[in-house]
């Protein structure tokens, strides 16, 4: 079992998910009788109070796991989720002795819960499988199972400032999608309809105005919620990869009087790739707001009925732009002077460049391609 005592718990702590961290620990704290609930994410007590984190492998750990990725998942078990400061046992969902580990770590003998046990491991290889813990992507990997919708809760911070971003986008869009003349209220009642299920009268009126009946209105609005999340998400990424790309384009330079030129191919390699996932976000955020400026209702409920099946693709696209620039950052703090040189850029971007990359058979525009209204 890897162990670490202490483990700094805190910096973990979100009380939801972001794209990097699933904090269901600090979830329960957030919703205590989330306990209780008869449609629990984990089956064993101890895995819904746990954190997952998307790692990015250092070298030293690559024999810890069976992956030919270098983000992987990183399983942290608390040893007491009333006291942080006791530490936590954790381990990779990739490691190749996860079972073992687990019926160690959980204190109980699979053979007498053979059914848990399997489907806690399921859940867990679905959790390794998503691109990061956006709170859409997470509820779009469990279609068939009936889980209690706080498990997709986004963490508090996050929340406030999402929901101040769906105000005032709807404070642009309220006139057109309804057909009325803006009041001060309308933004208001609009983005109730997002994140309120008790406004019933308001959602009506959406969901005749958009033509739809109420099981694809559901859906819809599902749709419509993870579109806005990650336009939001874009914003917070603009300003961090256009510091990223001037960092490598500084380096470029200090790499262009290096012997051999070690930092050519990575350099090419990621601006490639960001260049490609930016644009199919960009195309899809143009997209949507080209719907939206029509007004057209028919041509709306198309776009949100089709969006909860693009989240795979935008989730992956923004997550991996996501981890480029937040773990750029990470070790821009960890240097006295907060700029990475050149020395330890040819270690890093290596694998950064393996991280962001797409298939060469992925590189179509997924907007153009795939004739989205």
């Not at 490691?95 to 859940?123: I, S």
């Not at 929340?159 to 105000?167: L, N, Q, S, T």
């Amino acid at each position: 079992m890897f162990s670490r005592r202490p483990y700094d718990l805190k910096n973990l702590v979100r009380g939801g998910s972001t794209p990097r961290v699933l904090d269901l620990c600090g979830l329960h704290k957030r919703f205590p009788d989330l306990a209780q609930t008869p449609n629990p994410l984990f089956r064993h007590r101890g895995l819904n109070r746990c954190f997952l984190i998307k790692h990015n492998l250092r070298r030293n750990e690559r024999s810890l796991v069976r992956s030919g990725r270098n983000i992987v998942t990183k399983l942290v078990m608390p040893i007491d989720p009333k006291d942080p400061g006791a530490g936590a046992f954790w381990t990779f969902i990739e490691a190749p002795n996860l079972e073992a580990w687990l019926e160690e770590a959980l204190g109980r003998d699979r053979n007498l819960y053979e059914e848990e046990f399997t489907e806690d491991v399921r859940t867990l290889s679905r959790l390794k499988s998503a691109p990061a813990f956006d709170p859409f992507l997470l509820e779009a990997l469990f279609p068939e199972r009936d889980l209690d919708p706080r498990y997709f809760t986004m963490a508090k911070a996050d929340e406030v400032e999402f929901k101040m971003f769906a105000a005032r986008h709807m404070a642009d869009i309220s006139a057109k999608a309804l057909g009325e003349t803006t009041t001060r209220k309308r933004p208001e009642r609009l983005a109730a309809v997002l994140f309120n299920a008790k406004s019933h009268a308001q959602r009506e009126d959406l969901r005749n105005a958009l033509r739809m009946d109420p099981e694809d209105f559901t859906v819809g609005v599902f749709g419509w919620k993870g579109l806005l999340y990650y336009l939001w998400r874009m914003n917070i990424i603009t300003e961090e990869l256009a510091s990223f790309l001037r960092d490598l384009a500084r380096l470029e330079k200090e790499d262009g009087s290096a012997p051999f030129r070690p930092l050519a191919a990575p350099i090419s390699r990621i601006r490639r790739s960001v260049r490609l996932r930016w644009e199919d976000l960009k195309a899809g955020r143009e997209n949507y707001y080209r719907v939206v400026d029509d007004g057209d209702p028919i041509a709306m409920r198309m776009l949100l009925l089709k969006a909860p099946n693009l989240f795979s693709r935008i989730g992956d696209d923004v997550a991996a732009l996501t981890h480029l620039t937040t773990y750029w950052n990470y070790w821009r703090r960890q240097r006295g002077e907060g700029v990475i040189r050149h020395e330890m850029a040819t270690t890093l971007l290596p694998d950064l460049a393996g991280d962001i990359a797409r298939d060469l058979d992925d590189d179509m525009p997924l907007y153009h391609s795939r004739g989205v209204a």
